[in-house]
């Protein structure tokens, strides 16, 4: 049986995918923003990539990052930072969504998730030659 919780999380990577691929990658301080996050994040486990960050969580340990998320993002909106709130969002509902259930929903998380790992091999890329 399909929660509402998921149904509810489908609908939110829907929009957030949908923006994304029509519009969202072509922002590039977004997309920064985003593979900064993303690496932030990677870094507390060494990890190389977003799925294999997301792969070493456990339950408890996704619930702490998705209450530390909506700390930083509500936050942003606070700051009138809509862009970091977005990124934050973003990273959240990839999160969110590891243990989807709904094949349409791991369709929509891996979707994310290409975007996301995209956006920090980018970052990382950029961060390198900026170092060098």
């Given amino acids: 049986m399909i929660t509402q919780a998921e149904t509810t999380m489908l609908a939110e990577l829907t929009a957030i995918v949908g923006d994304l691929h029509s519009s969202g990658t072509e922002d590039g301080e977004a997309m920064f923003l985003l593979g900064a996050g993303a690496d932030r994040l990677c870094s507390m486990r060494d990890s190389q990539s977003w799925t294999g960050f997301k792969g070493t969580l456990s339950a408890p340990e996704i619930v702490a990052l998705l209450q530390q998320i909506d700390t930083?993002?509500?936050?942003?909106?606070?700051?009138?930072?809509?862009?970091?709130?977005?990124?934050?969002r973003a990273l959240a509902l990839s999160l969110a969504a590891t243990k989807a259930?709904?094949?349409?929903?791991?369709?929509?998380?891996?979707l994310l998730d290409e975007v996301i790992g995209a956006a920090l091999d980018n970052y990382r890329t950029q961060a390198k030659s900026t170092q060098g």
């Fill in 72 to 88: 930083e993002g509500n936050a942003a909106m606070a700051a009138d930072k809509g862009r970091q709130a977005y990124v934050l």
């Fill in 101 to 110: 259930r709904q094949d349409v929903t791991k369709a929509g998380t891996a």
